[in-house]
């Protein structure tokens, strides 16, 4: 049976309520503004409601009947965010954490997902007020262990182990903050229950493949779980305006585990991705409503914990070789910054089958295009050889700025030529040999410039429109073909 609708007065400049008509509103004393509108009453009980509206009243919680909101007069999220204190965390999600916003991180097993959420709850704690970090996979104490990991006193001070203290303060935390709350629990009812009562900054659920209702009889981590406990903590978020973070597995392929349903429900969806036999940590934006998805974040795993690597670039080109067959330096533009990138190719004879294509950081169907265009606008014979291209520290570029520079790379590799290890590489290549310009050259050139590269070779378009750089030159080429001049 359909509720039946009742007649409310709003004020059309402050969006008060009253029962009856008056000619002035009784909270901003607006004349002739209150306009008559129906609505109904919903049940506050309603665990299908994503959020429940607020009033005005003193505590901001009580609930009313749903009404519409001017567009106009509702506050923009972008003044409001929340410092993680964690730099290259708050690049990814675009400035901080939106207040109300739900982000899903996702990452391998022991890549270091709690460990920078940790590391962002105990900031959040430390300067903005509670913060409630629930686990359905670990007790207190094995948090509490990782907590003491991340800050205690690394030997030689004569202190205890365990001890809450950093021997590294710009690096680590310092005293565990006493606004920082853990709770082992899996029943998403009692983690709403928890939140009502502690009212806390920042909601922390780890994992939701671990949370279950009550209400539905069907195992933790399948398809209804998953939306049942989305659902509750979207309502959370949105409801008491309060960031929440969810923690999420990934599969051996490195796609999210389980119902794929949370994707669509999160404000921002941030992949963490890295070897854990090497020490660099990439975090990626795949979705993000409140920012950019191309920005990426880089860490470097310590016993001390994430630590922040600001400077990408010089890191991943510290190891290049000076002139060495087969790499060449490149450039991305990622977010709102340049990336400089080495890509090393090789090529070998094919013994007998059929030669291989293999390619780490870029998409082995792009590589086999550019093989291609080799093969016909060259003349290079690589139907007998294998081929293997990588970019170097396992970052895999978007977009198609590397083009001529793995183009580049395999020519260098198969013809045994060297690439001044000075020179910058980058373009978009056609199917017709033609290199089609690239966005942000001038603050790569910038990049490349302060990171010492003495040329730059891009598409003619790009040349054309910079301006001349003192310290650097720039070499504009129209065709694939013209790459046998930058070869020594």
Known sequence: MAKKAKTVFVCNECG???????????VCGAWNSMFEQKVVDYNEDDKRRRTSV??????????????????????????????????????????????G?????????????????????????????????????ESEEQIKIRADRVCRTLGGTGQDAGASTCQF??????????????????????????????????????????????????????VSQVRVCGNELMKIGKTDNIPVFIVAHVTKSGELAGPR????????????????????????????????TSEIGAFEMAEEGLIEIENLSGVLMEEMAT????????????GTRPLILEVQALTSTCGIGFPRRTAIGIDNSRLA????????????????QDVYVNIVGGIRPEGTYTDLAVALAVYSSFKGKKLDSKTLVLGEIGLTGDLRAVQNSDKIIKEAERLGFEKVVLPIKNAQRLKAQPGIKVIGIRNIAEVKNIIE
């Open 369 to 384: 295009m550019l093989i291609a265009v080799l093969e016909k606008k060259m003349g290079l014979r690589l139907d007998n």
């Open 169 to 222: 303060p710009e690096r680590g935390w310092g005293n565990i903050s006493d606004n920082l709350f853990i709770l082992a629990e899996t029943n998403i009812e009692n983690v709403s229950a928890v939140c009502q009562t502690l009212d806390p900054e920042f909601l922390i659920v780890d994992s939701i493949q671990t949370m279950y209702s009550s209400d539905i009889e069907s195992a933790p981590g399948s």
């Open 323 to 334: 002139d060495s067959e087969g790499a060449v330096a490149t450039a991305v533009y990622e």
């Open 54 to 99: 607020k009033t005005g009243s003193a505590d901001g919680k009580r609930s009313r009947a749903v009404v519409p909101e001017k567009l106009s007069v509702v506050r923009s999220g972008e003044t409001a965010r929340i410092d993680t204190g964690i730099g290259e965390l708050n690049r990814v999600l675009g400035g901080g954490l939106v207040p």
């Open 101 to 137: 916003s739900l982000t899903l991180i996702s990452g391998e097993p022991g890549i270091g997902k709690s460990t920078i959420i940790l590391q962002a709850a105990q900031h959040i704690a430390e300067t903005r007020g509670k913060v409630l970090y629930v686990s359905g996979e």
């Open 16 to 26: 008060s309520e009253n029962s009856k008509w008056v000619g002035q509103c009784p």
């Open 261 to 292: 349903i949370i994707e669509h429900m999160v404000d921002c969806v941030l992949s963490f991705t890295g070897d854990r036999s090497n020490e660099m940590r990439i975090l990626r934006s795949q979705k993000n409503r409140f920012g950019t």
